[in-house]
Nanobody, 122 residues
Framework: QVQLVESGGGLVQAGGSLRLSCTTS????????MGWFRQGPGKEREFVAAISRYGRTGYGESAEGRFTISRENAKRVVYLQMNSLKPEDTAVYYCAASTSAYSDDSRQYAFWGQGTQVTVSS
């Protein structure tokens, strides 16, 4: 079973920044599509960003221009740099892994972390 562990969440004021990390001990990480999703209070899970094994990136509408996803295969880590945070970014952020080439559909991701809470105060 692939284990993904998120970290870096917390409380930040609007306009601030956070960097989330997702680590795994799984050797196949280097060939996996990695994604970040989030679920806010009373909302459905939402696609945030994804990065393919080749470094192709994609972003959800809410993340475009403010968030950056990256990965370090040697360390088996994927990051989500979040800038200009807004109160509506408050959510539990999940890291996920997929064997697909690229997807923004959560159903294509078979492996999920436990999530890390991000709270943005106004």
């Amino acid at each position: 079973q692939v284990q993904l562990v998120e970290s870096g969440g917390g409380l930040v004021q609007a306009g601030g920044s956070l960097r989330l990390s997702c680590t795994t001990s799984e050797p196949s990480f280097t060939s996996a599509l990695m994604g970040w999703f989030r679920q806010g209070p009373g909302k459905e899970r939402e696609f945030v960003a994804a990065i393919s094994r080749y470094g192709r990136t994609g972003y959800g509408e809410s993340a475009e221009g403010r968030f950056t996803i990256s990965r370090e295969n040697a360390k088996r880590v994927v990051y989500l740099q979040m800038n200009s945070l807004k109160p509506e970014d408050t959510a539990v952020y999940y890291c996920a892994a997929s064997t697909s080439a690229y997807s923004d559909d959560s159903r294509q991701y078979a492996f999920w972390g436990q999530g890390t809470q991000v709270t943005v105060s106004s």
